[in-house]
């Protein structure tokens, strides 16, 4: 019954769709024959106006029409029974476009470049000419200028032409165009569009030659109706109906939205559809009604195997223990991992009290009292409870460390039960314990290191200070007694203990940093920097260095004595491997760069290759012979260790010949 009906109503649609269409195609022809008439009316006011007006040039030959009080006259009544639509323009031979009545000796405009103006000066189009739409140079409005040619008399003009407002032809055509959304046009019969209301942008001007509507359609044919989607012009689909005028080179059309045609028929589709669905739902819901009462009861029953199948798979593959107990503090259901870590698989303990089985004992094997049991007492309030380093019972009477959350059942405001997921945690237990003896041992590790420091700067440098000593002694008692290779052997000696003695100490003092200094707090680094160049004053004024900086450095979080030692090794350095040329330039600056400071101290000295970008920060490495410079390569590898210590890094840009900029990148 259903399908018949519906079978009824597309039957019905489709018809009364063809009809409508047809109709309106009707409709167009109708009002595409008015407007030719409208059309025709219009051009041929225009062409008598130009012809009654070079008759009079014509038979006045030595009057000026711009002029002469009688012309004048007539063109008034000429615009007169135009109804205010055709005015009349003079045109001169070179071009000037004057206005009737003229209002000075000066043309108003240079036209000589309009076609309607060339086209009279041109065999195969002189005579009575409608032009492309222009934007007059003196109104600034679209017009349409249909022109004529002066073949005696008429002294200077050489041509004139009715200039139509598009503005003012647009109110009559508005009365005829369809409703809300239909269209009027005049094209000439080359495709350029003359004139459309609504203008709509970009139409007036513009050439449908070429189109699909153009090649199949209106040139082709007199008159005819037909589709349009409608992206020649740029707007919605419409139905177009054209007509060719029989006395001028020009095409009409009129177009309706096809929306705007099947207003109607879409209306009385949507009252046929809304009546068959009414018809179709109170069928379908009476069956749906037999149908529903046939299979709720199935339905029900499914969703509950469902549900029942869910519950039972999410608690078998938890990996947590989940158990449930009722208001008396029995186990009412309990999932594999909670027997299993409870030591109760193989045992039907539905019914058995959690707490006595369980929970009965703390871990030092006191009476668990179950006044004093959380999760009892979350039977008693309902609420939920996170308990941590609580104690288990396995079956065998070892413990199992567990955290663990309860959380109370309330049906009809009345706790029925709880339900308690907990987890093993005996290896985290065991893990803190490892990280405690690692702790502990790193603390007696650290005491080992400072009392190998101690050893180093005592016991080993004794031996050093005894050899350095006894060649001293060998020099001052013996040196006369032996050659020069003798004596500079001495001294190799004497400078490789006093060299061994350095090592040690700046050995002992690298082993020391972060192990001996100060707890970290907030130092000025302004301050840092003052500390610094006093303990160097004397070598910045023997090198005649200039040291610049912010006047604002920022304060950071470290060791004021580290981090005087940072920028004294730095600027030292800076001082040390200053080019022989030219007096030593330090800068300090400091950026903010988001949750760091970049502090930069840069020099205008040596240099060196970015090969050795890396090296210069390891002990002991030296990139030039003692004989050049001297030290021991330890203080760049002491600055790195004490800023990589406050959370930083160290990095290094150079330029052999031009310079070094070494950056501390410090968090804020």
């Known amino acids: 019954m259903l399908l018949a009906l519906w079978a009824f109503v597309g039957y019905w649609s489709w018809s009364q769709h063809q009809k409508v269409l047809a109709s309106g195609e009707a409709m167009l022809e109708q009002l595409t024959s008015a407007v030719e008439e409208q059309t025709l009316r219009l051009f041929k006011q225009a062409e008598t106006s130009l012809v009654v007006t070079r008759h009079w040039i014509a038979e006045h030959p030595d ?5 002469a009080p009688s012309y004048m006259s007539l063109a008034d009544s000429l615009r007169a029974i135009s109804e205010g639509m055709l005015d009349i323009r003079l045109v001169s031979k070179d071009g000037g476009l004057f ?4 209002r000075g000796p000066k043309p108003m405009a240079d036209v000589s470049d309009r076609d309607y103006v060339k086209a009279q000066s041109d065999p195969r189009h002189r005579g009575l000419y409608i032009g492309n739409p222009v934007v007059s140079r003196v109104t600034g409005k679209w017009g349409i200028p249909v022109s004529l040619p002066i073949d005696q008399g008429g002294g200077d003009v050489g041509v004139i032409f009715v200039a139509m407002e598009l503005d003012r032809i647009g109110k009559t055509f508005e009365a005829e165009r369809p409703k809300p959304n239909g269209a009027i046009s005049i094209m000439r019969s080359d495709g350029t569009f003359l004139f459309r209301v609504p ?18 359609q209106i040139s082709v044919a007199p008159r005819g109706t037909y589709y349009s989607d409608g992206s020649a012009v740029g707007t919605a689909p419409k139905l177009v109906s054209f007509l060719r005028l029989r006395d001028y080179p020009l095409i009409v059309t009129v177009a309706s939205e096809v929306d705007s045609l099947l207003v109607p028929w879409r209306r009385e589709s949507y009252t046929l559809i809304g009546l068959a669905t009414l018809v179709s739902i109170v069928t379908a819901v009476l069956a749906s009604v037999l149908l529903g009462a046939m299979k ?15 519950s ?9 223990g989940i158990c449930g107990i009722d208001s008396s503090g029995a186990i009412s259901f309990i999932n594999p991992a909670a027997r299993k870590m409870l030591g109760l698989l193989g045992e039907d303990v539905v019914g058995l009290n959690l707490h006595a089985i369980s929970h009965h004992s703390h871990p030092d094997g006191r009476q668990y009292a179950e006044a004093d049991c959380p999760i009892l007492r979350t039977l008693s309030d309902g609420g939920i409870r996170d308990i941590h380093g609580e104690t288990f019972w396995h079956r065998n009477g070892t413990p199992l460390p567990v955290d663990l959350v309860v959380t109370g059942v ?55 200070r005894q050899v350095a000593s006894y060649v001293s002694l060998l020099e001052r008692r013996y040196a006369a007694q032996l050659d020069q290779d003798g004596r500079d052997f001495i001294i190799f000696a004497r400078d490789g203990a006093l060299r061994m003695n350095q090592l040690i100490i700046d050995l002992l003092e690298f082993s020391r940093i972060g192990h001996q200094s100060k707890p970290p707090e907030q130092v000025t680094l302004a301050r840092v920097v003052d500390d610094a160049c006093a303990n160097l004053a004397s070598h910045i004024e023997d090198t005649g ?49 988001g949750a760091v400071w970049v502090i930069t101290i840069s020099d205008n000295g040596i240099g060196f290759e970015a090969q050795f ?30 800023v990589e210590g406050m959370g930083g890094r160290i990095r290094v840009d150079s330029t052999p010949g031009e310079g070094s900029r070494f950056s501390l990148v410090i968090p804020a």
């Open 63 to 67: 009057q000026d029409p711009g002029t």
């Open 99 to 102: 206005y009737v009545p003229k």
């Open 199 to 216: 203008a709509g942008p970009n139409i007036i001007g513009q050439n449908i030659a070429g189109t699909p509507s153009w090649d199949e």
């Open 296 to 310: 709720s009861e199935e339905a029900a029953l499914r969703e509950t195997e469902i549900a029942h199948r869910d």
């Open 312 to 320: 039972q798979l999410i608690l078998s593959s938890a990996g947590e």
């Open 410 to 464: 309330v049906e009809d405001g009345k706790v029925s039960g709880g339900v308690l997921v907990f987890h093993d945690i005996g290896e985290r237990i065991k893990a803190e314990r490892r990280l405690e003896a690692q702790a502990a041992e790193l603390a007696r590790s650290n005491a080992d290191l400072e009392q190998f420091a101690y050893v180093a700067s005592h016991d080993l440098r004794e031996p050093l």
């Open 545 to 593: 260095a200039r040291i610049s900086r912010d006047d604002e450095l920022p304060r950071i979080r470290g060791n004021q004595g580290d981090l005087v030692r940072v920028f004294q090794n730095l600027i030292g350095n800076a001082l040390k491997y200053r080019d022989p040329g030219r007096a030593p330039d330090i800068s300090i600056t400091a950026l903010r760069d």
């Open 613 to 642: 970008y890396d090296k210069i920060f390891g002990i002991f490495q030296r990139l030039h012979t003692r004989d050049k410079f001297e030290g021991t390569g330890i203080g760049l590898a002491i600055c790195k260790k004490i």
